[in-house]
Nanobody, 123 residues
Framework: QVQLVESGGGLVQPGGSLRLSCAAS????????MGWYRQAPGKERELVAT???????NYADSVKGRFTIAIDNAKNTVYLQMNSLKPEDTAVFYC?????????????????WGKGTLVTVSS
């Protein structure tokens, strides 16, 4: 139902900045929240930041004060501004969206994932 395309990843030096974007498209849907997750080599996928359509945010402790998440509801796009990047931020970053489906019996939610974009922080 939903396709997610991430962009903005690449190679950056420690202390530098990158801005990730993720656009959602597909058949009719209603986005309730979007977020970014990352997976470093040899590590499990972890939450980085999430934001609801009402712009309520949540950040991992490791990125608080350095990363900022934003959402453009009209464009179905989420952004992640990453500043003061560290080598330990190196990972594949995955975009996630949670959509809402209304039906006669109630409401259901479903998650969709992008293919990921690689962020490498190295001097």
């Amino acid at each position: 139902q939903v396709q997610l395309v991430e962009s903005g990843g690449g190679l950056v030096q420690p202390g530098g900045s990158l801005r990730l974007s993720c656009a959602a498209s597909g058949s009719s849907f209603s986005i309730t929240a979007m977020g970014w997750y990352r997976q470093a080599p040899g590590k499990e996928r972890e939450l980085v930041a999430t934001i609801t359509s009402g712009r309520t945010t949540n950040y991992a402790d490791s990125v608080k004060g350095r990363f900022t998440i934003a959402i453009d509801n009209a464009k179905n796009t989420v952004y992640l501004q990453m500043n003061s990047l560290k080598p330990e931020d190196t990972a594949v970053f995955y975009c996630n969206t949670r959509i809402r489906k209304d039906f006669s019996g109630g409401i259901q939610y479903k998650d969709f994932w992008g293919k990921g974009t690689l962020v490498t922080v190295s001097s």
